[in-house]
């Protein structure tokens, strides 16, 4: 086809004209660009995240002990076991998230919304404190809200004057008058340490919000709630999705809030995978945990992002 | 305006308001703490002023030592995540190639990925490779989870850029690399401090996946780890209040050059 056809020697088929050699190769080179930039991050990526996991999966289903060494033996049991042992971790965990991210949109949303619309020349500093908590160490905050928890604190002998704390130790989310060592501190310590990943998106999508759109349904009659429920709202949405994930998926991992703030009766997945790893020294099991945890918020995110996209956004 | 009226007006920057109080409540106790005198070694209850603290920052068997390693190790990791993350981000921002989308994936996934599945996936391998635990295990793990967020930044900035700037450039006979160092670093540099900084703040703070390929190097989170159950020293909140005020001076600094830089340009 190329004798009849083409008189050249071997022109690429779709080339119009034969190119000048010297810009044949200029244009290869030119193709080879993208892939010499991407060469090293991606070459590390697939080396120390991507591998890991291929390796982690092997993992979970060897069986084995540390002093004759594991053997992939296809021992899915060990999944099984993993789940019937430690569900009510996984449910913890799930539920624990679950709440923090509500109650980081229901917190996180009038802070985000002042930021965009109210705060003036104010924004710059609000926002700087947002992000300055960030600054000091996450554990170091974290051993913060253990101070601010304590049974003395005056935070919570103001909620047990106010008797909050009856209220709440009624529904079982604390115990008595203390407040640390409870679900309620780990949810606290979850809540706090992810507001600003919601926060952040929440704002930067509330910010592209045209304020002449307010005006425009004002002027249409509508209330100011009326307007956020119609117009602001589903126009931040994207910051909604964004900043939910952001919380939720680091949130169900995190295991630094349940040791610090809560008891053995409030231990999330994260604690358990980690002291499967670092002290039992089973590795199946803290790999087949993982893998577990990595498929249940897969799942999740997948059903949420298309619900969240797809439908009717009111 | 009755009182009622004006409430519901200000409703929403009220809440917004106790929110950022919520969000600083936990510096202001460092602060306050930092100032104890412990009676015992338990910092949790007020008890008396002193700055000894403040005076004698490194008295305390290994803190500093952490310190230096973290931050030593952050400095090279935002380097390696900064320097892989910009080519990684021109190449997905710039160029149309087959493997764009699966590469756009590969760049997510470690940012939408648990911590604690990252960390003991790393460990697993490092351990089954025999490789010792340590620093360059520490520093592998820490470009890795940087790296991402750095392509996000740098990629956002870079595809905000306007080429034709770039064309304009060539047009005025610059060379490659001038046109490279003249027009698309500068233009692309906020994106790449942007990541640069989340890299070390991400670095310097991380627990999770350290402690999983650390072995028996101690960073300063694992420090503090260590040391909250054995009854944290008071030196402790000295340093997240040092931290906390160095970073919010940098930040203002930032914003005074910055915006005098854009008076400037609009001068």
Known sequence: ?314 | MSPIRWLRKHLVVIAGVITLAYLILPNVVVLVFSFNKPKSRFNYTWNEFSTDAWQHPCSVAGMCGSLTLSLKIAVLATVGATVLGTLTAFALARYRFSGRAATNMLIFLPMAMPEVVMGASLGTLFLNMRIRFGFWTILIAHIMFCLSFVVTAVKARVMSMDPRLEQAAQDLYATPVQTFLRITLPLAAPGIAAGALLSFALSFDDYIITSFNAGNSVTFPMFVWGSAQRGTPVQVNVIGTAMFVIAVLLVLAGQLIGGRGRRRARA
């Open chain 1, 1 to 314: 086809m190329s004798a009849a056809t083409a008189p050249v020697t071997d022109p690429p088929p779709p080339a119009p004209a034969p190119l000048p050699a010297a810009l044949k190769k200029a244009v290869r080179r030119r193709r080879l660009v993208p892939y010499l930039l991407l060469l090293a991050g991606v070459a590390w990526l697939l080396v120390f995240f991507v591998a890991p996991m291929v390796y982690q999966a092997s993992t979970s289903v060897q069986t084995g002990t540390l002093e004759d060494g594991f053997k992939v033996t296809w021992h899915f049991a060990t999944y099984w076991h993993a789940l019937d042992a430690y569900w009510p971790h996984f449910l913890r965990s799930l539920v624990y998230a679950g709440i923090a991210t509500v109650l980081c949109l229901l917190i996180g949303y009038p802070l985000a919304y002042t930021i965009a619309f109210r705060a003036g020349r104010w924004r710059n500093l609000a926002l700087i404190l947002v992000i300055a908590p960030f600054f000091t160490s996450f554990l170091i905050r974290t051993l913060a809200w253990e101070t601010i928890l304590a049974d003395q604190s005056p935070v919570v002998s103001f909620l047990n004057d106010i008797h909050l704390l009856d209220l709440t130790s009624s529904i079982g989310v604390t115990q008595g008058d203390r407040v640390l060592a409870t679900p309620l501190a780990v949810v606290c310590g979850l809540t706090y340490n992810f507001l600003p990943f919601m926060i952040l998106p929440l704002y930067s999508s509330l910010e592209r919000v045209d304020g002449r759109l307010h005006e425009a349904s004002g002027d249409l009659y509508a209330t100011p709630f009326t307007t956020f429920r119609k117009v602001t709202f589903p126009l931040s949405m994207p910051g909604v999705v964004a900043g939910t994930l952001l919380t939720f998926i680091p949130a169900s991992g995190d295991y630094i809030n349940a040791e610090l703030l809560g008891s053995t009766n409030q231990q999330m997945i994260g604690n358990v995978i980690e002291s499967q790893f670092l002290r039992v020294l089973d590795y199946p099991t803290a790999a087949a945990l993982s893998f577990i945890l990595m498929a249940v918020i897969l799942g999740i995110v997948t059903v949420y992002v298309r619900r969240a996209g797809t439908e009717e956004l009111v």
